[in-house]
């Protein structure tokens, strides 16, 4: 197959890693090969976890076909290249959702379940592994095998969060949810502080399907921590005004077409859009009706917001501090943060519910903190260091599919797991076919 | 890879008018990214369609996924290209599933590589499968529409066919030789009210282009698949794909031989 040599990068766009890529189109071209090999769907981890540097990446854009629908149960099947916004696009309008969705729907099935991603509902549904009902996996040795949670169950729990390490994910059964309407009821309700917004986030009074906050990360002194809890779900057919229920008006899109010079976006500009942010967002005091796309992907409605963080890049840093330690952790983790010179433009508070089978899976009970850091020099590195150190102090977690610099120590002691799916891992793919930046970078596979 | 900068998202944002399922598709070398894009935007109008190609297991999964997106009634067979004894009774078995078939897409192709040019053995699949095999299925096809008085014939050609090169005359050479047994083919069929239109494309960007160096102005087949689409609705004969391609093809038509055999293109 025709490769090309050139540098990418995930989402954050740091690093960037010069990789040999192929881009199959038919599913019989999903083959492991004799070499390094990790395969990349969208792209949209955010760190090295789709890279392969001086390696082979494997693009499954074109595999991504529809291949079955079981309209009554709701049981969809297709292939892992497939996006979330190509599904939604189909199952939707017959009433359908999906079970998880992440921040963007520009993600590919496959990527979904090779990082076990979680939504805003994860306290209540767990994350995407959960409702997964079944795979097709390309092993290193080219076989090609089912697996789920019953039938090789280990293999399964094994890939589910595995970032692609056990094999190619080839094709991805998930049972979605009923859907009423396409709208979704939201309940804002503004913090002035962090002790206040943790209360709302804890308090079941408050509590919905779907519960993210959004934190003014910039906000310091008596306003450290402040921001909005926005709560919602998807509205019933009597919460919906006629019979607009799954009339959708897909919302007009921007793009950022080229990187924007680095200093465009800084602590004072970002400070300004906070406060109006704050202001606007938080006097909606009363339940009102949204757009799913509106709710779930506010910044899929920018194509490549990404480049906003200008030429350098940014690193998303996402961690979880268990329930019992998660107040003082993640208090202690945004005054760090304030304290330090590196502003970060972007919080995203989330509640997680219990960890789930997947063995590599990030989440775990307790409160996820997700930041976006611009890198503007090495000192973000130091302050990353620190983060995890508290990290680490509490119990807590990073995120593999956002990360670009944790270190192997780290990543041992957050993933105690790490052993048991190893074990696995070396007895489908002996030689370490399946390997990425991340995988050398955090030394897995290595004995 | 430099891309064209309005072949993605500029067509794909068109809306289809609606109508009434009115044509029955058949896709010749239907699993190409270019013959999957054409597909999906006839699919997207409401059309039938019969997809054909050598690989039953990638028509299997198409043909399940137009169904699925598009809502549409989608069959599929075998179809070699080389293999042109089997082609009467393969267009037969069309008519048996899709008995109003309106119109016909030739989406087939291999590119090969240099190697065409030294190695005749290896050269004569590039010139069966882009020229032998379909002239053999058109006649067929325009056997079937010609009494009909109704139908369209679409063969996907290319830019290659427009002037031989020493990097890949062989390819160009069969598909200038398609090029012009369908300008033969529409002189014919004119009479019968049958439309044959002939498509250049330039480079796109599909897994026969993959990685090639050099390649500029690189379109996406979701841009191709949507103008050949649409070129049933304007009257052009021939179209270029993206359009400035018939200005560069006129420019390099138009170099005078003494001067163009010295070329290195």
């Keep these: ?447 | 890879m430099k891309r064209f900068p309005f072949a993605d998202g500029f067509a794909l944002k068109r809306k289809f008018v609606e109508k009434p399922a009115s044509e029955a598709v058949l896709i010749l070398g239907a699993t190409s990214a270019i013959a999957r894009a054409t597909a999906a935007a006839f699919a997207a109008r409401g059309d039938v369609l019969y997809l054909a190609s050598r690989d039953e297991d990638e028509l299997r999964r198409i043909a399940a996924d137009l169904r699925l997106r598009y809502g549409v009634e989608v069959h599929y067979g075998v179809f070699d290209a080389e293999a042109t004894d089997t082609h009467e009774l393969f267009f037969k078995a069309v008519i048996a599933a899709m008995p109003k078939l309106t119109g016909v897409v030739l989406a087939f192709g291999y590119l090969g590589d240099q190697k065409a040019a030294t190695d005749f053995n290896y050269g004569k699949k590039i010139i069966d499968s882009n020229y032998t095999g379909a002239a053999s299925i058109l006649s067929h096809c325009a056997n079937y529409f010609e009494p009909l008085l109704r139908g369209f014939i679409i063969g996907i050609s290319s830019v290659a066919g427009d002037r031989g090169r020493q990097s890949n005359y062989v390819y160009g050479a069969a598909k200038g030789a398609l090029s012009l047994y369908l300008q033969g083919l529409r002189n014919r069929l004119y009479p019968s009210g049958v439309r044959v239109i002939t498509v250049k494309p330039g480079f796109v960007d599909t897994a026969m282009t993959y990685g090639l160096p050099g390649l500029f102005l690189v379109a996406s087949p979701q841009y191709i698949g949507e103008c050949i689409v649409r070129s049933l609705d304007k009257s052009a004969d021939v179209i270029y794909l993206p359009w400035f391609w018939r200005y560069i093809m006129l420019i390099i038509k138009h170099i005078p031989e003494p001067i163009f055999k010295r070329m290195k293109l």
């Design chain 1, 1 to 447: 197959m025709a490769t090309l040599i050139t540098s990418i990068s995930g989402w954050g766009r740091y690093p960037v890693q010069s990789c040999e890529l192929e881009r199959p189109e038919r599913y019989a071209d999903l083959r492991p090969g004799a070499d390094s090999v990790i395969v990349r769907g969208q792209g949209r981890s955010y760190g090295d976890a789709a890279l392969n540097q001086n390696g082979r990446v494997l693009l499954t854009e074109r595999i991504n076909r529809l291949l079955e629908f079981d309209m009554v149960n709701g049981i969809l099947r297709a292939e892992a290249g497939t996006t979330l916004a190509e599904i939604l696009d189909v199952i939707v309008p017959m009433g359908w959702f999906l079970p998880v969705t992440p921040g963007t729907k520009f993600v590919s099935l496959g990527g979904c379940v090779a990082a076990d991603v979680h939504g805003k509902n994860h306290h209540h549904d767990g994350s995407f592994g959960e409702h997964v009902l079944g795979l097709e996996l390309i092993l290193a040795d080219d076989s090609r095998v089912r697996c789920s949670p019953s039938e090789k169950p280990d293999l399964f729990w094994a890939t589910v969060g595995g970032m692609g390490l056990t094999g190619i994910i080839g094709e991805v059964t998930v049972r979605l949810v009923r859907l009423q309407s396409a709208l979704m009821k939201v309940h804002q309700h503004a913090a002035v502080n962090f002790d206040q917004l943790f209360r709302i986030l804890q308090d079941p009074d408050l509590d919905d399907r779907y519960a993210v906050a959004w934190i003014d990360s910039l906000a310091t002194g008596k306003d450290l921590g402040r921001g909005i809890a926005m709560c919602g779900h998807h509205a019933a057919s009597e919460e919906v005004p006629d019979n607009s229920h799954l009339d959708l008006k897909p919302a007009r899109g921007h793009s950022v077409p080229f990187d924007l010079p680095a200093w465009i976006l800084n602590s004072r500009s970002i400070s300004a859009f906070n406060s109006r942010y704050y202001k606007k967002e938080g006097g909606k005091r009363y339940p009102f009706l949204s757009n799913y796309d509106t709710y779930f992907y506010p910044l899929d409605a920018i194509a490549h917001w990404n480049r906003l963080y200008g030429k350098r890049g940014f690193v998303q840093y996402q961690c979880v501090i268990p329930e019992a330690t998660s107040f003082a952790g993640i208090h202690r983790l945004l005054e760090e943060l304030s304290g330090s010179r590196q502003p970060s433009f972007l919080a995203v508070l989330k509640r997680l519910g219990p960890q789930g089978r997947g063995l590599l899976s990030f989440p775990m009970s307790g409160y996820t903190l997700a930041l976006d850091i611009p890198i503007r020099n090495k000192g973000i590195f130091v302050l990353l260091n620190k983060l995890d150190e508290i990290v680490l102090q509490h119990g807590g977690r990073v995120y593999l599919a956002k990360d670009a610099r944790l270190s192997a120590e780290s990543f041992r002691a957050m993933y105690p797991r790490f052993k048991e799916w190893l074990a696995i891992k070396n007895a489908v793919d002996p030689q370490n076919r399946f390997s990425s930046s991340l995988s050398r970078r955090l030394e897995i596979g290595m004995i």
